[in-house]
């Protein structure tokens, strides 16, 4: 089979990612397909993707991350996106992809995989913040440039690898959305006197858990918890929690479940009234309300873990970028998507300043990097350059059934500086202390 029939199957299997058959079969297609116009005589860059092509993150997750990729791939090859990335290549080379399901139990010799046999010069992947966990102390004693592109738990730079080298992150880690989750209820109005949260039980989870319900405690000094429920991942069923929820009688309910976890939640929660009586914010909900639409219940506080999807400014690169994913795969791309985008134009970034797509140009040049993305600035603030920060958004979901679509109102948007911690603050202690040196003007 030829590459080109070879990419129009999988482009085919792609549309039609709901299934799950079919992203199985793109798992396996992927893999060797390759994107963009590079030919032997280029200069190439070799890049391995990592993200969910199979079970039950790939439809709203993996897939339109892998999505964005073949699009950014193709363009950036071509020199197609809109200045100042209408040069052909990163650093003048083509990239070469690899693709590999995140969805697996062995990611870290997947990762040594790519960097050992397949001879990588680099790595962009992982949603799950349990694989980055794993992943970057790995990229750092393999030494080879790894890019988070969408993982939240603040620990990777916190906790785990303090000092890095060779590991980056382009989008903000999770207390951005969970700080900004408060602000926005407080400005809406919306009573803070009882707070329940619903989260996976793993680092994400926990950690948004915390980051929400200790910022809630520092803007209402009266607040309680009425319950905290910590599923296991994956787990599909929450009648139990659910139960709790409508016993303890909150407030307000706090879910960072992601996936199919959160769209089992949404249409759970919702057949039992959860909705209805307590306001509901999914830190992140973008990536469902087109996905569920009417299902969705009109009133819900919706995240997209930064200014993406939905609450992306308007700008000449995000116009493009909805227009190119439309007219490929027949839908507007969301957050994950656009974290994708951000991750390879950060690259894209860091290789023409250099000049190279050699990794310790690309590193050089990436530490403390500012650059536009469709959803607007990303500043490497943190972590000694490693870590990104942006503005994030809110809003509340409406389901316009005379348009028969889902759209977002009454949308607040929040500096970077207000809602992330300074750089050398463990965000934590940050909270905890008040927001101390926070810029919300």
């Known amino acids: 089979m030829t590459k080109s029939r070879l990419g129009a199957k999988a482009n085919a299997l792609l ?33 391995g993707f990592v993200t969910f092509l199979s079970g039950g993150a ?29 040069s052909a290549g990163v650093g003048g080379a083509m990239i070469d992809p690899i693709f590999v399901d995140e969805n697996s139990k062995q990611k ?10 397949d001879g990588v010069d680099m790595v962009v992947g992982y949603i799950s913040s349990g694989s980055c966990k794993a992943i970057a102390p790995e990229a750092e ?19 785990i690898v303090t000092d890095p080298k060779y590991t980056f992150r382009t989008g903000g880690h999770a207390t951005m959305d969970n700080v900004a989750a408060a602000r926005y209820l407080e400005q809406k109005g919306v009573d803070l006197s009882k707070i329940a949260g619903i989260n996976q039980n793993y680092a994400w989870g926990q950690d948004s858990w915390r980051d929400f319900s200790e910022s809630v ?27 709790a ?22 249409i759970q929660g919702s057949a039992r009234g959860v909705f209805e009586r307590s306001a509901v914010v999914l830190t992140t909900g973008e990536t469902a309300m087109h996905r569920l639409g009417d299902q969705m219940p009109d009133g819900t506080v919706i995240g997209a873990r930064g200014p993406h999807g939905e609450l992306a400014p308007a700008s000449e690169l995000n116009d493009w970028f909805r227009k190119a994913y439309f007219d490929r795969f027949g839908t507007f791309p969301t957050y994950p998507s656009y974290k994708m985008a951000q991750a390879l134009l950060g690259v894209k970034a860091a290789a023409d300043k250099a000049g190279s797509a050699d990794q310790d140009a690309v590193i050089g ?36 059934k005379d348009a028969g679509k889902a ?28 927001f101390e040196g926070a810029k919300c003007e």
């Not at 004693?141 to 906790?159: R, V, Y």
């Open 15 to 47: 549309k039609n990612s709901s299934s799950l058959v079919a992203a199985g079969a793109i798992g396996l297609l992927a893999t060797t397909a390759m994107v963009g116009p590079a030919n032997a005589e280029d200069k190439s860059v070799k890049v």
């Open 58 to 86: 790939a439809g709203p997750f993996g897939v339109p991350a892998r999505n964005a990729a073949e699009l950014m791939i193709q363009s950036i090859n071509s020199g197609s996106v809109p200045a100042p990335y209408n």
């Open 245 to 266: 929820l409508l016993t303890s009688k909150p407030d307000v309910v706090h879910s960072s479940f992601w996936g199919g976890d959160m769209e089992a939640f949404i």
């Open 407 to 434: 759209v977002l109102v009454d949308v607040v948007r929040f500096p970077a500086e207000c809602v992330n911690p300074p750089a050398g603050k463990i965000s934590i202690d940050w909270i905890k202390g008040g």
């Open 365 to 400: 040049a990436l530490r403390g990097l500012e650059w536009e993305g469709p959803s607007g600035k990303v500043t490497m603030a943190l972590a000694n350059g490693h870590q990104a920060i942006q503005d994030t958004a809110y809003g509340t979901y409406k389901y316009d």
């Open 217 to 243: 405690a520092q803007i209402n000094t009266n607040a309680s918890v009425s319950t905290e429920q910590f599923p296991k991942i994956y787990a599909g069923q929450y009648g139990s929690e659910i139960s």
């Open 108 to 117: 870290n010799a997947d990762y040594l995989k790519l960097v050992e046999k």
């Open 141 to 159: 004693k393999a030494q080879k440039l790894t890019i988070l592109f969408d993982c939240g738990t603040p620990q990777i730079f916190e906790e």
